[in-house]
Each structure stands twice: as structure tokens, then as C-alpha cells.
């Protein structure tokens, strides 16, 4: 895919500016209509909305991980060892289809995608978090 490798810096957002006071005035010889405050739309974290969807795959049920986790076949250092890989290459790989997938995400998710899976050490954390959580 074209496009920037890096994540630009984010630019503040400018404060809302109170209405003119002449149009106080004028609307003064109006019926008084009761004002309703705006509410911001509230800003999801690319990056945590990006978190939350590879870790909701890697949350999904997995026959070969449940097979590993049986305490006949495997210990538990065993297991997390195994499943450190394991869950690393998941989070790999859905990392790549959430990427695919580009109707689902924002400019901004798939530019985090996009670093995420340049970085092994953050997919890495990924499958790592998955693979305790297992």
C-alpha cells in the first residue's frame, strides 16, 4: 500500500468560539429559544480501537490452542511457551486482514496497521498479551 510509513503528529483542535454578540441582539426580538450544548463527538484512539480488534480475533475459540493448554499434553511453562509463537503469528496475521479489510477502518486505524506491522516488537506484544490471557 502507498503512503506514509509514520503516523504525522496530531494538530490541536481549535476551541469553539462564542456566537457574535450582535447576533444576541438580534435575536433578542425572537421567541427565546433554549440553547443546547453541543457535545463533542467523542474521539476514539486509533491505536486502542486497532488493540481492541486484534485482540477480540485472538480471543476467538482456538481447537489448536485449547489442545496445547490440555495439562496431560502440556505443563504451563510449556503451554505459554507454545502459545507465545502461537499467538504472535495470529496477531501477525490479523493485523494483515484487518488491514485488508479497508472498508472497516479509517484513514488513521490503517495507518496504525500499517506501523504496527512494520514493528515486530508490537505484534509481538500483541500475541504475547494473548497468549497470558489464554
Not at 503516523?7 to 454578540?21: H, L, R, S, V
Not at 433578542?28 to 440553547?35: L, N
Not at 495470529?90 to 514493528?119: G, W
Request: net charge negative.
Amino acid at each position: 500500500p502507498a503512503g506514509p510509513m509514520f503516523i504525522p503528529a496530531a494538530t490541536p483542535a481549535e476551541p469553539a468560539t462564542p456566537p457574535a454578540p450582535a447576533a444576541a441582539e438580534a435575536s433578542q426580538d425572537e421567541e427565546p429559544q433554549v440553547e443546547q450544548p453541543q457535545r463533542p463527538r467523542p474521539r476514539i484512539d486509533p491505536l486502542a480501537d486497532v488493540e481492541r480488534r486484534v485482540l477480540e480475533r485472538l480471543a476467538e475459540p482456538d481447537a489448536e490452542a485449547d489442545t496445547a493448554a490440555d495439562p496431560q499434553v502440556n505443563t504451563a511453562a510449556q503451554f505459554l511457551s507454545w502459545a507465545d509463537g502461537h499467538f504472535t503469528v495470529k496477531a501477525q496475521v490479523a493485523l494483515a486482514d484487518l488491514m485488508a479489510d479497508r472498508d472497516s477502518l479509517t484513514d488513521e486505524m490503517f495507518l496504525v496497521c500499517r506501523v504496527m506491522l512494520s514493528d515486530p516488537k508490537r505484534w509481538g506484544e500483541l500475541g504475547h498479551r494473548a497468549a497470558e490471557a489464554y
